[in-house]
């Protein structure tokens, strides 16, 4: 059995025939940009928990150089009430005085605040 076709069947049938592959072609196409795409949504996803955990790192930072100035201030708050002590100490004339019993009891006595100011700051 022979099937005849006219010029105009065959030319019908040659463009199905075309359209089906070219369908296909772009098919794999838009399967290759969806794939692409979700690449580029995990990586963008990535950059952007990178970039939270650095603004996380950041304020961390900043909240440990707020806590270190104060600290810093309090020091030398501290540093100056301890040079002020010192100084209070020498300028009295009773640690200087040549007793025997009165310049121990006195010199001990300073000396225990002395070193209780510092024991503070430990």
Same mark, same amino acid.
């Given at each position: 059995?022979?099937?005849?076709?006219?010029?105009?069947?065959?030319?019908?049938?040659?463009?199905?025939?075309?359209?089906?592959?070219?369908?296909? *072609?772009?098919?794999?196409?838009?399967?290759?940009? @969806?794939?692409?795409?979700? @690449?580029?949504?995990?990586?963008? @996803?990535?950059?952007?928990?990178? *970039?939270?955990?650095?603004?996380?790192?950041?304020? !961390?930072? #900043?909240?440990?150089?707020?806590?270190?100035?104060?600290?810093?201030?309090?020091?030398? @708050?501290?540093?100056?009430?301890?040079?002020?002590?010192?100084? !209070?100490?020498? !300028?009295?004339?009773?640690?200087?005085?040549?007793?025997?019993?009165?310049?121990?009891?006195?010199?001990?006595?300073?000396? #225990?605040?002395?070193?209780?100011?510092?024991?503070?700051? #430990?």
């Amino acid at each position: 059995m022979q099937i005849l076709l006219t010029q105009a069947e065959y030319d019908d049938l040659l463009q199905g025939s075309w359209a089906a592959d070219n369908n296909d *072609f772009q098919l794999k196409e838009i399967d290759d940009l @969806k794939a692409d795409n979700a @690449k580029a949504r995990a990586t963008i @996803k990535g950059t952007r928990a990178i *970039f939270h955990q650095y603004l996380h790192k950041t304020k !961390e930072v #900043r909240l440990l150089c707020l806590k270190l100035e104060a600290e810093n201030a309090a020091l030398k @708050k501290h540093r100056g009430e301890i040079l002020a002590m010192v100084s !209070e100490q020498a !300028e009295n004339e009773t640690l200087w005085f040549k007793s025997v019993y009165v310049t121990e009891t006195i010199l001990q006595g300073e000396l #225990r605040r002395l070193h209780a100011a510092l024991e503070v700051r #430990r």
